[in-house]
């Protein structure tokens, strides 16, 4: 089983800048693919980022230019670094991730709780 924390949300002032982490913890062989998506009151949940084991990146169109998905290996943790923050980027923020248990092994998906950004003066 894969265990995902995530931490960095909370309120910031349209402007502002949040950056959010997510670690992994448990018994896997890789990490092939870590995302951020997030879930605003009322909405789909949509996906904001996403980075490969080799550091391809991808953005939804609404945040090119403002953030900023990395991932550390050593770590296990991925992170998005969100820049000039608006009021619609309220939402819940969830990590995604795809994992091998082992290097034969079919990849499995895993969820992070969700972390709160509100965006507000």
Not at 8 to 36: D, E, H, R, T
Not at 93 to 102: A, E, F, G
Request: one cysteine or more.
């Amino acid at each position: 089983q894969v265990q995902l924390v995530e931490s960095g949300g909370g309120l910031v002032q349209p402007g502002g800048s949040l950056s959010l982490s997510c670690k992994a913890s448990g018994s896997f062989y890789v990490i092939n693919m870590m995302k951020w998506y997030r879930q605003a009151p009322g909405k789909q949940r949509e996906l904001v980022a996403a980075i490969t084991s080799r550091d391809t990146t991808d953005y939804a169109d609404s945040v090119k230019g403002r953030f900023t998905i990395s991932r550390d290996n050593s770590k296990n943790t991925g992170y998005l670094q969100m820049n000039d923050l608006k009021s619609e980027d309220t939402a819940v923020y969830y990590c995604n991730v795809l994992v091998q248990r082992d290097r034969s092994s079919i990849p499995d998906v895993f969820w992070g709780q969700g972390t709160q950004v509100t965006v507000s003066s």
